[in-house]
């Protein structure tokens, strides 16, 4: 039957698409192990600078972190669209959030600047396509819900050699934040 055939002609595509590339997948989702797994590649630092990033898991991790910067930014490790994330938190509250959150947290220095975005498509280590867009209007703080594109060799640089370097497949999203001086 016909049916059949198609199917049967699909199974092998199928089975590549439910392949999951755990160890790269844990990379990628896990802020503080992207941020360990970058300082291994000089290529992408020299290019553009990457915030230092401190794992967050007991109140003097917190402690430390708020000694350490002055002003900081605080995420859960495995987050989506700056879910849950904390800008510019006050010590009290952050204590309080760890406190009555199993989750491990990432702080980062608070960066000003205009907050940049990019999607891409890649397969085996090749985008084969790529935006980057400012983040203008969001919902909330994270996800933006306007898309213009820009131009801008060094994050396509930057997105280009992480994707070569794990060769990754599939849909990848970064976060950047400009400085007024273009760093």
Known sequence: NATSAVHGSLEPLRERLYEVMWDKVGIIRDAAGLRSGLSELDAIESELNVPETMLVETTDDMLHAFAY????????????????????????????????????????????????CTYSIAHNGRITAHTAYPAKFTAGQ????????????????????????????GQIAFDFIETPDKQ
């Open 142 to 169: 994270g996800a933006a819900v306007q898309f213009q594109h820009i131009d801008h060799p060094a994050i396509f640089n930057w997105v280009k050699t992480f994707v070569e370097s794990i060769s990754f497949s």
């Open 69 to 116: 910067w002055r002003k900081l930014v605080l995420k859960p490790v495995y987050s989506r669209f700056a879910a849950r994330t904390l800008i510019l938190p006050r010590l009290k509250s952050a204590l309080s959030m760890l406190k009555d959150d199993d989750a491990a947290w990432v702080a980062q220095e608070y960066i000003a600047g205009q907050q940049l």
